[in-house]
């Protein structure tokens, strides 16, 4: 039976589940990939209108010929947005793609993503649930270079050992170097090449098979986010004064390419899906991705111990409380055999008390036959 009646539900719920979300607020952990000089930070920055790299010294060819191994830093700031707070990680990966031989290069971020997935697994099956700091990485940011022809096969293997973990998309970085036509039979290129090797990427939300259930603006939004994939970026952090108007570009001699427009480059897609699709990102992860990892943890390789550096020791209470756990169900089970003992010697009495009463019946119906 339907409540034609109107209630309320609809006016108020929304509201309640706004103010709750505000006030628990979002922990969004963004991982940025990709070879050095691509535009990466400043895009990163461009994108949430901070600088998360302050301290950030950019390497010469000596610094980046030294190391051997891809380095994984996650920097962390607290984006309050009228009542919103969103704590905002992004980790960074430099040294991806900047060796001649790159054989190995991604062992480092997958091993970071399943680290992230077994802490988070550890924290779950503790004894304090409440207040757990999601580190999983909810999102990949793989930048192509747009000097190349498609897909590097370092490109290709590492998006196909990726696409069951985490969310990827795609990005040709410095698309500003490209004219429109060229950047579009490289988008192309790299859809055919995804396509060929089954490389499985993000989505976005997916639509209602019926058109009359979802609103139209956001299936035409939807599609036209699905069809610029991958994402062809430029970013800049400069305001410039352009024909009187106060934008972010970058300037060349020929002109200016403005970062906001979309006729320019995808920034402003790019920013949409993040902004209005995170917490379609964040579910996807909760229930896909890590889910797949716990399963698979849980079934067949066992839980363990987190490494050192994301190894969360607990503290003195939660250790007495621990302690005082199992010293109770130590005494709980102790009663239980007491019990159990206690109801079988009463059973025993009772069998006991069932013969000698029958005995005694026998003996008294002989004696009345006498």
């Known amino acids: 039976m339907t409540i034609q009646q109107e209630i309320g539900f609809a006016k108020h719920l929304p509201t309640q589940l706004h103010r709750k979300a505000a006030k628990k607020g979002f922990d969004f952990n963004l991982m940025v990939v990709g070879e050095s000089g691509l535009g990466k930070s400043t895009l990163v920055n461009s994108l949430f209108m901070a600088d998360l790299y302050p ?102 293997a590492f998006m196909k050992a990726l696409q069951d973990k985490v969310n990827i998309i795609p990005l040709v970085a410095k698309a500003d170097s490209l004219t429109a036509k060229e950047c579009e039979a490289l988008k192309e290129t790299i859809r055919q090449k995804i396509a060929d090797h089954g490389i499985q990427i993000y989505d976005l939300m997916p639509v209602d098979d019926d058109p009359s259930l979802e609103d139209p603006e956001y299936v035409k939004e939807i599609s036209s986010l699905r069809a610029s994939f991958p994402l062809a970026v430029c970013a800049a952090q400069d305001v410039q004064e352009v024909n009187g108007r106060q934008i972010r570009a970058r300037r060349y001699p020929w002109g200016s390419v403005e970062v906001d427009n979309e006729v320019h480059c995808d920034f402003q897609k790019l920013k949409t899906i993040i902004i209005h699709h995170l917490e379609d990102m964040i579910e996807r992860t909760e229930t896909m991705h890590y889910e797949n990892y716990r399963v698979q943890c849980l079934m067949n390789k066992g839980l363990r111990q987190p490494d050192k550096e994301i190894l969360v020791l607990p503290s003195d209470d939660i250790l007495q409380k621990e302690r005082e756990l199992q010293a109770t169900e130590k005494k709980l089970r102790e009663m239980e055999k007491q019990i159990e003992n206690m109801k079988f010697e009463m059973a025993k009495q009772a069998s006991r008390s069932n013969l000698d009463s029958a005995s005694i019946i026998t003996a008294s119906s002989v004696e009345e036959k006498e």
């Open 55 to 156: 301290d950030r010294r950019i390497p010469d060819a000596l610094d980046m010929g030294n190391g051997n191994t891809v380095e994984v830093e996650a920097n962390t700031v607290e984006i309050d947005e009228h009542g919103v707070k969103v704590r905002l990680t992004v980790i960074d990966t430099p040294g991806y793609g900047d060796r001649l031989n790159n054989e190995n290069s991604f062992e480092p971020i997958i091993k970071y993503i399943n680290d992230q997935y077994n802490s988070y697994l550890c924290k779950e099956s503790g004894i304090n649930r409440k207040n757990i700091v999601d580190t999983r990485v909810h999102c990949v940011l793989y930048f192509i270079s747009s000097l190349g022809r498609g897909l590097k096969p370092l490109d290709v």
